[in-house]
Nanobody
Framework: QVQLVESGGGLVQAGGSLRLSCAAS????????MGWFRQAPGKARDFVAA????????YYADSVKGRFTISRGAAKNTVTLQMNSLQPEDTALYYC????????????????WGQGTQVTVSS
């Protein structure tokens, strides 16, 4: 019943910024945390960032610390990933996901996934 929809991807030059958004449609039950993952061609899907259900905790991959910021809306059914100082290595398909699990860095903990939004960074 519940679906996650990402938006905000696109093409940007190195050093530029993009803001990704994810919103849950349909009914949601209980409290859930949300995260972002990304997958580049020929590579495994990797953790990017996550925020707890009450927005009290955030987590980041080392590769994006200081450049990306995750936040969630007051209604707790939306999540945003502000991406600054983008580099070509950030090029990937970015997925939003939701979980009731507390292990937010582990993609296996996430039950609900969006379809992804493409981010391409040119040099």
């Amino acid at each position: 019943q519940v679906q996650l929809v990402e938006s905000g991807g696109g093409l940007v030059q190195a050093g530029g910024s993009l803001r990704l958004s994810c919103a849950a449609s349909g009914r949601t039950f209980g409290s859930f945390s949300m995260g972002w993952f990304r997958q580049a061609p020929g590579k495994a899907r990797d953790f990017v960032a996550a925020v707890s259900w009450n927005a009290g905790s955030t987590y980041y991959a080392d590769s994006v610390k200081g450049r990306f910021t995750i936040s969630r809306g007051a209604a707790k059914n939306t999540v945003t990933l502000q991406m600054n100082s983008l580099q070509p290595e950030d090029t990937a398909l970015y997925y939003c996901a939701a979980t009731v699990n507390s292990e937010l860095r582990d993609q296996d903990a996430y039950r609900l996934w969006g379809q992804g939004t493409q981010v391409t960074v040119s040099s």
